[in-house]
């Protein structure tokens, strides 16, 4: 496939692993932010070829992952009641809350749809003009532009039975609350290339600066990621701590400015809950006061839920790089991807879902896991 | 954390779920929720020796010789999809669940729950494009039944099909039969099937219009016969959960291990770029024209040949090879030279967010 197949070429990929062996004089350690890096890294088994030359942390980059057990809550109160059509993205479906899932409320005649993008649910929405429409609008700065769109679009048509349920994160302070953290033990960042591609790194510059920390924009093909290892690697090396840009076929450094602007003129700051981290100040995106029209936790009275999550899952140290998937005690026994305890071993892209579904197998090629 | 009072009980996610007491869509997607179905609660009550081996068809005793038997119902939404209807579809993939056990097909069954409100077209269209199947691979439907429900309560009509084949004592594949050295053979491109019918339900439109896989493989299954008789020893189409599920069942029950290399898995360009797209793994998408076979590494020239000599065959290549080491566990090789375990999934794909 054109644009695909080039990125995941044995021999340059190989080349790039020999590279970092020969120049990492120490098993620096890097965070991928993003899950869908992750998933690259544990599905191509690249963990097993570097061979420890350098220690990955896998970040909290996994949208599902992240949102918190109330908004999964108010989601599944939504899906649950019979005038609402409630449309997710695919993944959110089987994410637990403090009962039950989305695919069990919708075993329960509960109407629950997956749509591909918001504005395909703003499509259902003027196709049953008697029923309330509702659009789990969750994931980073890569959905917010499609989902901004549909609300705007809701608003300019007038669709009145349209609304969205925003549980949307902000990568940046998620980076700077685990800088900030004593027990940190991150040296670089392979900051997420769709995020950056439609916000620029231009805010990442700061945190580069004030932690003195690399940080290369990275792609999710594994060249690209191993072409990001190294850049970080001759960074740490060399002993700077710049912004660099790997994933330069899609990310500029002011970012997609249209996007940009229609992101701002729909949302703005909040602080947010990310799911097994806690409050992080200014780390969310919230509909802005002219939209408060479109807020389903607004239009159905949800605002005020809130739910404590129980301790049971160390998800909070898998997501912050404290823990391996695989080294918490409940991973594999008390909690696979058929009975998850917590989210990351739910979606695809979760750090525990990658190690439990592709990196059990342990050979004496030492295979991660 | 800065800023932040959290706690540590915090930290933390919910409890686990207990099981759930109603059926969810996810028990029929054909991985392990499938899997815990039938175990929990169907073979509590249904056991016996021959539903017991779970093959694709039970093997039966009848008179001197043996019989294989096998029933599917068919409850595909749309109707129809590019390549093929409902129709073709419940007479290929009982055809191919009964020759999978290394029977020829000689009768079929078919039984159809009608909604009121199907127009005459489309059931039309769907009960010629059965007959035309069926007609094509020389079995008749012997018997059949038809049933009417209102409006709401089936999704335009679901099908349901029996086969009964004939067994011969020299030409035995099970699953249970996989062994270190065989070599494991693909008759074709992979995921055609559920990528067609994904496509027309989501109303998915890509640059190419994926057509469905759906075809009787019993002529495939006759060259394989003819070509290396007794030394197959497994057969098995990889129809729900794809090629992933259907080794792992293997892995299983013959308890061995698999190692396939994920540059030999023959996936079509249009198939792997509607995947990428959506988030899924090929490797988990349906086909329903396509076998697997092991075989013993020094037969797996004759096994090929005896496949690409076939239409329907010529793209078969070897994907892997079964291993002593790791029972039950089936392992890719990465393009790039990793390895990782290819599992079951516990229940249907979920397309990705970003």
């Known amino acids: 496939m054109k644009y695909l197949s080039e990125y995941r070429d044995p021999s340059v990929a190989r080349g790039l692993i020999a590279r970092i062996r020969r120049e990492a004089t120490r098993p620096w350690v890097m965070m991928e932010v993003c899950g869908g890096q992750t998933h690259t890294i544990v599905k191509q088994g690249l963990l097993e070829l570097l061979d420890g030359a350098v220690e990955m942390i896998h970040g909290p980059g996994c949208p599902v992952c992240v949102t918190p057990l109330e908004q999964i809550d108010k989601a599944l109160r939504l899906a649950a009641d019979p005038r609402v059509i409630f449309t997710s993205f695919g993944d959110m479906l089987r994410v637990p809350g403090s009962e039950c899932d989305l695919l069990q409320i919708r075993a329960r005649g509960g109407e629950v749809r997956v749509v591909y993008s918001p504005l395909d649910a703003l499509q259902i929405a003027r196709r049953h003009p008697d029923r309330q429409v509702v659009f789990f609008a969750v994931g980073f700065e890569t959905t917010a532009p499609a989902n901004a769109m549909a609300v705007w679009r809701a608003r300019e048509l007038g669709i009145g039975n349209f609304s969205v349920l925003v549980s949307h994160v902000t990568v940046p302070p998620a980076m700077t609350a685990i800088l900030e953290s004593p027990d940190n033990r991150v040296q670089a960042f392979l900051a997420a290339g769709h995020v950056c591609t439609v916000m620029g790194w231009t805010e990442y510059e700061p945190i580069a600066e004030r932690y003195r920390v690399p940080i290369v924009v990275t792609g999710f093909e594994p060249v690209d990621i191993l072409e990001g290892m190294l850049m970080a690697v001759r960074q740490l090396e060399g002993g700077r701590h710049a912004v660099e840009n790997q994933y330069a076929r899609s990310v500029r450094r002011e970012g997609t400015v249209p996007a940009r602007d229609l992101v701002a003129r729909v949302f703005r700051l909040v602080d947010r809950k990310w799911r097994g981290i806690g409050e992080i100040p200014l780390s969310g995106l919230g509909l802005r006061e002219e939209f408060a029209d479109f807020d389903a936790e607004y239009r159905f009275g949800l605002a005020a839920l809130e739910v404590e999550e129980p301790a049971e899952c160390r998800a909070g140290d898998v997501l912050r790089g404290r823990l391996k998937p695989h080294e918490c005690p409940a991973f594999g026994l008390r909690c696979t991807p058929e009975r998850p305890l917590g989210a990351p071993m739910v979606s695809s892209e979760g750090a525990c879902a990658a190690y439990y579904t592709c990196g059990r197998f342990r050979h004496p090629a030492g295979v991660e896991g | ?354």
């Open chain 2, 1 to 354: 954390m800065t800023g932040t009072a959290v706690g540590i009980g915090a930290l933390a996610c919910p409890a686990p779920l207990t099981p759930a007491g109603w059926v969810q869509l996810g028990h029929g997607s054909g991985g392990k929720m499938s899997a815990a179905l039938l175990a929990e609660h169907f073979l509590p009550y249904l056991a016996n020796p021959a539903l017991l081996a779970l093959g694709d068809a039970a093997v039966v005793p009848a008179g001197a010789t043996e019989l294989a038997i096998s029933t599917d119902t068919f409850v595909v939404s749309p109707l129809e999809f590019p390549g093929g209807n409902i129709g073709s579809l419940a007479v290929h993939g009982t055809l191919n669940d009964v020759a999978m056990m290394g029977a020829r097909p000689r009768y079929l069954s078919a039984g159809f729950v009608l909604e009121e409100g199907l127009p005459f077209d489309v059931l039309d269209r769907v009960v010629g494009a059965l007959a035309a199947s069926a007609r094509a691979a020389g079995v008749p439907v012997v018997t059949g039944d038809t049933k009417v429900v209102e409006r709401g309560k089936a999704d335009g009509m679901f099908i349901n099909t029996t086969g009964i084949g004939a067994l011969d004592f020299d030409f035995r594949p099970a699953p249970t039969r996989a062994a270190p050295g065989d070599a494991i053979i693909v008759s074709g491109p992979l995921g055609r099937h559920g990528m067609a019918i994904m496509a027309a339900r989501e109303g998915l439109e890509f640059e190419s219009r994926i057509e469905s896989d759906s075809a009787a493989l019993v002529s495939l299954v006759e060259g394989l016969r003819a070509g290396v008789g007794l030394e197959v020893h497994v057969l098995r189409d990889p129809t729900r959960g794809g090629l992933a599920s259907t080794l792992n069942e293997i892995a299983a029950a013959s308890r061995v291990g698999m190692e396939i290399e994920a540059a030999a898995v023959p996936v079509p360009g249009d198939v792997a770029a509607a995947c990428e797209m959506l988030g899924l793994d090929p490797l988990y998408v349906a086909s329903e024209g396509v076998l697997v076979a092991m075989v013993p590494q020094p037969w797996a020239a004759a096994a090929l040949a005896a496949l690409r000599a076939d239409p329907l065959g010529r793209a078969a290549t070897c994907v892997g090879r079964v291993v002593a080491a790791h029972p039950g566990l089936v392992v890719l090789r990465t393009e790039i030279g990793g390895t990782r375990i290819v599992d079951m999934l516990p229940g249907d794909q979920l397309p990705r967010i970003c």
